[in-house]
């Protein structure tokens, strides 16, 4: 069984590349996925209720975004909250048994998880180009900013990673690079 976790930049292509790599064939995890699903659910909306004091009768996400548009030091204690529910998910998706697995993670070398992965891919892309995809999913230019200035250089993940993948191109291109890449797995 070979692990890849995938990484990269905000906005870089990394659930395309994951979806690219994976096919139809394996199981995916996605960091993304969990967060998104914890906000579904009471226990967690409680503790973050309590940790910022919200209003509970309001859209907790975003009552968050505005925590963290004030003050960026909140993203920490978020962070906080939400690693260790991610990693748990994350721990227990491993445990699978199959050819490949692959896990979607934005802070894997952040977060210091490069011990759970086989080969880490790196997915980088221009800034402006990921700016302008952050955007057109209704993201902000604020928001944009402080995600992208949580995470590592380019050149330092490109070095901590086995394999890097360019995101600067047409998807075809992207396909191709892709399909040479993991060809040398399967």
Aim: glycine letters at 4%; zero cysteines.
């Amino acid at each position: 069984m070979i692990i890849f976790g995938i990484t990269g930049s905000i906005a870089s292509g990394k659930t395309t590349v994951t979806n690219l790599m994976a096919g139809k064939k394996y199981p995916i995890f996605s960091a993304d996925k969990v967060v998104s699903n914890l906000y579904k659910k009471k226990k967690f909306n409680k503790i973050l209720i309590k940790k910022f004091k919200l209003d509970s009768k309001k859209k907790i996400k975003n009552q968050i975004k505005k925590i963290l548009e004030k003050n960026k030091n909140n993203l920490s204690k978020l962070e906080y909250i939400v690693h260790p529910f991610v990693r748990k998910e994350m721990t227990d998706f491993i445990r699978k048994k199959n050819k490949m697995l692959f896990l979607e993670i934005p802070l894997l070398i952040e977060s210091k998880l490069n011990k759970y992965f086989d080969k880490i891919v790196f997915v980088g892309a221009n800034k402006n180009l990921r700016l302008k995809r952050y955007l057109k999913k209704k993201g902000d230019k604020k928001t944009f900013k402080l995600l992208d200035n949580r995470q590592l250089s380019f050149k330092l993940k490109k070095n901590i990673s086995d394999y890097t993948i360019i995101n600067n191109y047409s998807l075809a291109t992207l396909k191709k690079n892709v399909k040479r890449f993991i060809k040398n797995y399967e």
